[in-house]
C-alpha cells in the first residue's frame, strides 16, 4: 500500500494526499496498491510541485494499524505526528 506525501510550500508542514487535496492527516490519505495507482500518486504529486503547491514530493509505504492508515518507515510516521518542536513562525 502506498500514500503520496509532500510538505506545504506556504509552511513546511508534512501534508499527505487525499480524495479532498491536501491533508495533514495521513488517516485521510488515498491510499493505493498497484503500479497503476502508484503511476497516478506520481502525477498528482508532480503536478502539484509544477504549480508550487508542495515540495519533497514522495509516494511512500503505508499499512493499516488498528484500523487505521499509517506510514511505515520511522521517518515518515514522524513527520506524520506533526513537528516536533513549537513552530512559530518568524514575524
Known amino acids: 500500500m502506498k500514500v503520496l506525501t509532500a510538505n506545504r510550500l506556504s509552511d513546511g508542514i508534512a501534508v499527505w494526499f487525499s480524495s479532498h487535496g491536501w491533508t ?12 497503476e495507482g502508484e503511476a497516478r500518486l ?25 484500523g487505521n492508515l499509517a506510514a ?13 518542536i513549537n513552530y512559530a513562525p518568524r514575524g
Not at 495533514?24 to 503500479?35: P, W
Not at 508532480?46 to 509505504?61: C, G, L, M, P, T
Open 24 to 35: 495533514t492527516d495521513i488517516a485521510k490519505a488515498t491510499s493505493v496498491s498497484d503500479a
Open 42 to 66: 506520481n502525477a498528482i504529486g508532480a503536478d502539484a510541485y509544477a504549480n508550487n503547491e508542495v515540495i519533497d514530493v514522495n509516494v511512500v509505504d503505508a499499512e493499516l494499524a488498528n
Open 72 to 84: 511505515v518507515k520511522l521517518r515518515e510516521r514522524i513527520r506524520a505526528a506533526g513537528p516536533t
